[in-house]
């Protein structure tokens, strides 16, 4: 009786150590593996929310930069129809009582810098202090511009008796 004692007690170590193995081990690790999947999606859920949170804050502070954004914008010329620029620089011109000639380059060239520009020949016939408000409105006009070289010659006295300029300048005009 003993023997059969032992003997079921051995089979019954034996169905436990079993069901260990092949039952409750792999449930455990399923557990595990569930947990690690679950905390894992918890920071995928985290970092999404951020993302979120920060897409709003981007969404309010575009609309306020919005106009900021749209002036940065204009500071550029068409590359490949500077219509806007040149009818600038006539009406300009022509309030600030100057003849004016515009030949403008035909190629878009490219600093080292990565910024790309036209060039503009600008020549100008009328007074110096015309000229001279003339310079000022392009210095001070809503484009990005830069002088690149400028030539000042004195022509005849005018029927005013006030003399006359003739203005020969190049302008880098930075385009989009």
Sequence with gaps: MANKI???????????ALATAF??????QGINDNAK??????Q?????????????KFKVLYKDLEDILNKINNLFVNSEVPIEFITFL??????CQLKIEII???DKKTEEKGWSYLNFQINTTGSFPNFMKFLEK?????????????SINKLAQGETGASNV???????????
């Design 104 to 106: 403008p380059s035909s």
């Design 138 to 150: 392009l210095e001070n006009s809503s484009y990005l511009i830069e002088v690149q070289s400028l």
């Design 23 to 28: 039952i409750i081990l792999p449930l455990f």
């Design 90 to 95: 006539e009406d300009t011109s022509e309030k």
């Design 166 to 176: 003739r203005a020969n300048f190049s302008v880098k005009v930075f385009v989009k």
């Design 6 to 16: 032992n003997l079921t007690l051995v089979v019954f170590l034996l169905l436990i």
């Design 44 to 56: 995928n859920f985290i970092s999404l929310e951020a993302n979120i949170s920060n897409l709003e």
């Design 37 to 42: 999947a679950l905390i894992s999606e918890k």
